[in-house]
């Protein structure tokens, strides 16, 4: 298994109206990061704070700069460190990583899914309760 490339298909794929928290990540946003929090709308996740619109996509993930045209675009989190649950969480299986077309996967990974699990298990450590 690769480290994460920054492809950002996790995010586009899930960064917008399914994406889950949690209460208390709620309500830490609105004591400590009103900038997060004005993007939440009856405990639910992306809304536009002028509109109240339902977002499309997370208002912060951004595209990195591109030292060339030829390189692959390449995402960032602005709010990484005070992310929702669902994003620290991702990736949790081999066969959801396999279906989103993740790019840290290597042939030998879609090959061996129960060696593939543990490694990922391994790598994902940190961010599972």
Known sequence: ???CNQCGKCCTKYGAADLD???DEIAMWALFNPKIF???KNDKLWFDPTTGEQLTQCPFLELAYRASPEEKDKYTCSIYH???QDCRHYPSLISEMINDECEMLEPVDKQNH???QKKLDILMI???S
């Open 1 to 3: 298994m690769q480290n």
């Open 21 to 23: 928290t949690n209460q």
């Open 38 to 40: 004005q993007y939440v």
């Open 82 to 84: 005070d992310r929702p």
């Open 114 to 116: 129960f060696k593939a």
């Open 126 to 128: 940190d961010s599972r």
